[in-house]
Structure formats: structure tokens, C-alpha cells
């Protein structure tokens, strides 16, 4: 029903940015929160950032300051402008969204960031 293409990513120095993308695609009508989650090297896969309709934003503490997403409504893309990198960040990452009535997850095929120092 909805379909999620990531862009971006790549290598980054420590200290830099990188931009990435998501352009969703299919039935969007039900589709409130949008999102990217991230996992890195043996672990979980966590929230970075997410961002509804209507503009709220949240974010996880380990991104807040250096991180910023926004979303177009017309085009139906989040982005992701991630500054200040650190190699924590190094991971991949995924974007994500949310059916409001079935609750239901859709995710990207992820796009993988690395960070160096």
C-alpha cells in the first residue's frame, strides 16, 4: 500500500553533514507520522527523529541539536539534514511511516551512513 525510497547517506567526517531523503509513494491518505529510525553494528533498531502532518517534530536525545527533519506534504518526502556527525551516528538508516487507523509500520529498504573521525 505505501512504498518508502530512501536517498543520501554515504561517508561523512566527523564534524560534517550529510542530507537524506524519503520519498513515499502509494495509498498516503491514512499516513500521519513519518519518521527515521537507524541501527547500528549489533544493535537495535532506534529512533532518530519523526515528524507528523502538522509539523511536530520529535527527537531522540542523542540527535537533538544536531539533527533537523522536516517533511514537504505535497511532494511526500522527509528529510533528514544530520550536522555535527559523530561516529556514533554510523549506522543504517531507515524511513518509516505510520498507518493512523491500523497502526501498521512501513519501512525503506534503509540507506547506510558511515561517519569517521
Known amino acids: 500500500q505505501v512504498q518508502l525510497m530512501e536517498s543520501g547517506g554515504g561517508l561523512g567526517q566527523a564534524g560534517g553533514s550529510l542530507r537524506l531523503s524519503c520519498a513515499a509513494s502509494g495509498n498516503l491518505f491514512r499516513i500521519n507520522v513519518m519518521g527515521w529510525y537507524r541501527q547500528g553494528p549489533g544493535n537495535q533498531r532506534e529512533l532518530v527523529a519523526t515528524?507528523?502532518?502538522?509539523?511536530?517534530?520529535n527527537y531522540a536525545d542523542s540527535v537533538k541539536g544536531r539533527f533537523t527533519i522536516s517533511r514537504d506534504k505535497a511532494k511526500n518526502t522527509v528529510t533528514l539534514e544530520m550536522n555535527t556527525l559523530k561516529p556514533e551516528d554510523t549506522a543504517v538508516y531507515y524511513c518509516n511511516a505510520n498507518d493512523i487507523w491500523t497502526d501498521r509500520n512501513y519501512w525503506g529498504q534503509g540507506t547506510q551512513v558511515t561517519v569517521s573521525s
Open positions: 515528524i507528523t502532518r502538522d509539523g511536530t517534530t
